[in-house]
C-alpha cells in the first residue's frame, strides 16, 4: 500500500512524503499498541552519517492477535538503500539493520540489529540500490536503522523512521 500525501523535498532534492503514523519513538519507527486491530502504513526515510546512504521506501503492520500478555504484528513493505554521496575512499557499502522482538518457541526472543533476510539488487557497495523486503511475522517493537560499513564495521548509523 502506497502512501497518498503531500510530498516533502530532502536536502538532497530527493521527494519524500510525509510520515503517516504516530511512532513510539521521535528516533526510531516501532510497532505500537494503540495500533492494534487497524492496519497502519507509512512512508519512511533515513540517512547515514556523511550523508553518504539513505534509506526510503514504505512499511505497513497489522495487529495479528497478543502473545506473551503483548500484542503482535505481521509486517510487509520495502525500504530502498542508495548511494547519495561518494564516499568510497572510506565507505564500503550501505545497510538497512532492524531489531525488535519475535514470538517463537512459546516466547518473545529480542533481535539485535541485523539485515533483514530477504533483498534484491547489488550488496550495497558503490552507487548501485538494494530493496530490502520487510515482511515478519509474530512481532513487535520493530525498528529501523541505516549504516555505513568500512572494513567490516558498521557505523554512523542513523534511524529510518
Known amino acids: 500500500m502506497r502512501s497518498k500525501t ?3 523535498t530532502t536536502a538532497k532534492g530527493r521527494t519524500v512524503p510525509y510520515l503517516l503514523t504516530t511512532l513510539a519513538s521521535a528516533a526510531a519507527l516501532a510497532l505500537v499498541p494503540s495500533a492494534a486491530g487497524a ?14 546512504y539513505e534509506a526510503f521506501g514504505w512499511y505497513e503492520w497489522t495487529a495479528d492477535g497478543s502473545a506473551g500478555g503483548y500484542p503482535k504484528y505481521d509486517t510487509d513493505g520495502s525500504i530502498e538503500v ?3 554521496e ?6 564500503d557499502k550501505g545497510i538497512l539493520q532492524y531489531s525488535g522482538k519475535k514470538w ?4 518473545w526472543t529480542t533481535l539485535g540489529w541485523r539485515q533483514p533476510p530477504g ?19 509474530d512481532v513487535r517493537d ?5 549504516c555505513n560499513v568500512h572494513d567490516g564495521i558498521v557505523d554512523g548509523c542513523s534511524s529510518v523512521s
Do not use: H, M
Open 104 to 107: 517463537q518457541n512459546g516466547g
Open 86 to 91: 561518494n564516499c568510497n575512499s572510506w565507505i
Open 119 to 137: 533483498f534484491v539488487g547489488g550488496d550495497g557497495s558503490g552507487p548501485g540500490e538494494i530493496d530490502y523486503f520487510v515482511d515478519f511475522k
Open 6 to 8: 503531500a510530498p516533502t
Open 82 to 84: 542508495i548511494q547519495l
Open 142 to 146: 520493530i525498528r529501523f536503522r541505516v
Open 39 to 52: 492496519q497502519t502504513a507509512g512512508t519512511v526515510y533515513g540517512a547515514t552519517y556523511g550523508d553518504c
